[in-house]
């Protein structure tokens, strides 16, 4: 059984009125415990809809959600377990901060879920630590954080809750290279340390073949394909059809490969797409003129 | 040489908050920007990238030396009308940029403003939103948009008043793939055509690789300036800015290490394919 699973989910927006639009149709996926899942689609696939689903925030139209079998929105405590085992950061989710001190923003979560004081400490000071926050920033406004330390304050705040999945819907959107990276790293070291499943939503094509174990690719709100990076970026298709575009190197491995150079097109890495090549070239291999 | 922008020795200091110590980000700093180029300007956050957009047309004020667009000073209260026309700036959040209801009226409403009459603005508009990729979504309602349309929108906003230059401040970094190439393409076209400067202010690096000259900013100083051959090629120099390369220069560089031989000029994933075969021929 996977962790999380969504069953021919529907979304329709303003429902009986002349504004009427579906945004997510009939969706099947799963996330198992461990992995990370990487939503991909063109703007207005649906990405930002299904994510509010999967964590209750948005009932669906139709279908389910269940979390370890059990169906999130049977009732009121089903709905209330499910968002705190289910943390959602939003985009751009600086915006949200609102306490006197990144602690106390921090600690928002953890308070809710109606925790001893010990142990929301040992939280706030976990999850700022995880993600990369020194601890003499815990005491000062968040307001006074670069944008870079404000958005791993934010996402420390959801972390902090310590959910079973953690889903992240553009958390790198408007960063520069570097504090990109460190919010990388920082889900991949949450995923290997805790084993907590991720779910990234994401329009960095690099990052998802990087980092995610499967991929669910969105179109005009139906999922056309989900599968490992493998699969999904050797199929430039269904990529390029659903207004996605592949990662600049899986392009040059393939128009590598079909010229005949046995290159592995699954190397999402800079580091192990030259290491091949050398190789190649080390070996004397010579294409046919 | 005909400048469009000058930024001749100025200094700039700014407070984190009231009663915060002045933190000096420009000191004697100069940038000439040339009539009808197009120019990228990258930096890691905080570089002064930013800052250096709302300079360029008056929205921010030197502490000394003088910012002329036009050969207008920014320092003339009663010429910043005339400033803000011929220098539009368009910034990264879309939110914040939406002024009306429907989408078409929003890209009308900087040419009313300027007193342009409506059979005129009807045109621009549609030549604006067709420009963007938005001429479908004309009569939508401006809430109901993503983040990407809305700023498409926001770009034909601006391009309506057709400015004679066009500063971007990051304006693809809220955009998905598609929608980046889209503001992209749009961008070049209106810099090829029509002959509008354009200064782009991005962290993505593929994005600068068209652009006739590239300046690199890093803690209120210019680093690099060149064309994107000689920028790229100083790939030491860019990572200590705390910027990253086109994956097609990291690739690059490390094959040529390995006794590759792909030259300096080459930027784009197809080119660098094509030397990359070549070597393997018998």
């Not at chain 1, 990487?38 to 009932?59: D, P, R």
């Not at chain 2, 230059?165 to 809220?174: F, G, H, R």
């Amino acid at each position: 059984m996977a962790l999380l699973e969504a069953q021919k989910l529907e979304y329709i927006y303003s429902q009986k009125t002349p504004f009427v639009k579906q945004a997510v149709k009939g969706v099947d996926f799963c996330v198992e415990k461990g992995e990370i899942v990487g939503i991909i689609g063109h703007t207005g696939s649906g990405k930002s809809t299904l994510v509010q689903m999967l964590n209750g925030l948005l009932k669906p139209t139709s279908g389910s959600v269940t979390l370890n079998g059990e169906d999130i929105f049977a009732n009121k405590k089903s709905l209330h377990d499910a968002r705190f085992k289910i943390g959602l950061v939003f985009q751009y989710p600086e915006y949200q901060l609102f306490d006197e001190t990144v602690y106390k923003d921090i600690s928002f979560g953890p308070s809710n879920m109606g925790l001893e004081k010990d142990e929301i400490d040992r939280r706030v000071i976990s999850a700022s630590k995880l993600v990369g926050l020194p601890p003499h920033l815990l005491n000062k406004s968040p307001f006074d954080l670069s944008g870079g330390e404000k958005r791993r304050a934010a996402i420390a705040g959801v972390v902090a809750m310590e959910p079973e999945i953690l889903i992240l819907d553009e958390p790198t959107a408007g960063l520069d290279p570097k504090g990109r990276q460190r919010i990388l790293d920082m889900i991949v070291e949450l995923n290997k340390t805790t084993n907590t499943s991720v779910v990234i939503v994401s329009h960095n094509m690099e990052d998802i073949a990087k980092l995610c174990n499967k991929v669910l690719v969105l179109k005009g709100g139906e999922a056309v394909a989900f599968d490992t990076p493998e699969k999904i970026f050797a199929e430039t298709d269904i990529v390029e059809q659903s207004g996605l575009i592949l990662p600049a190197l899986t392009k040059m491995l393939i128009s590598l490969k079909n010229k005949g150079l046995p290159v592995n097109i699954a190397n999402f890495s800079v580091n192990d797409a030259v290491k091949e090549l050398i190789r190649l070239k080390k070996e004397g291999y010579k294409l046919d003129a | 040489m005909d400048n469009i922008i000058e930024i001749k020795n100025i200094d700039f200091s700014y407070r984190e908050e009231e009663n915060a110590p002045l933190i000096k980000l420009f000191e004697n700093f100069s940038l000439n920007i040339e009539r009808g180029s197009f120019t990228a300007i990258i930096g890691h956050n905080g570089s002064g990238k930013s800052t250096l957009s709302r300079l360029m047309n008056g929205m921010y004020l030197p502490d000394s030396g003088e910012v002329f667009c036009e050969g207008i000073s920014t320092l003339e209260e009663d010429r910043r009308f005339d400033i803000r026309q011929n220098v539009g700036l368009v910034f990264q959040n879309p939110d914040n940029q939406i002024v009306t209801t429907v989408v078409f009226e929003d890209v009308a409403f900087g040419p009313e403003n300027l007193g342009i009459p409506p059979e005129e603005i009807k045109q621009r508009v549609e030549t604006a939103l067709k420009d963007v990729g938005m001429w479908e979504c004309r009569e939508d309602s401006t809430t109901k948009l993503s983040g990407g349309q809305k700023q498409r929108v926001a770009i034909a906003g601006i391009l309506a008043m057709e400015p004679k230059c066009i500063v971007l401040d990051e304006p693809t970094a809220m955009l998905d793939p598609k929608g980046r190439k889209e503001v992209l393409s749009a961008v070049k076209r209106l810099n090829k055509e029509k002959g509008i400067t354009v200064v782009l202010i991005t962290h993505y690096m593929e994005e600068v690789t068209d652009a006739d000259r590239v300046v690199v900013m890093k803690s209120g100083e210019i680093i690099l300036d060149g064309t994107p051959c000689e920028v790229f090629s100083k790939g030491d120099i860019l990572r200590s800015a705390d910027l990253t390369l086109p994956v097609t220069c990291d690739v690059k560089e490390m094959l040529n290490k390995e006794g590759f031989n792909i030259p300096d000029s080459v930027l784009t994933p197809e080119e660098c394919t094509e030397y990359i075969l070549k070597s393997f021929e018998g």
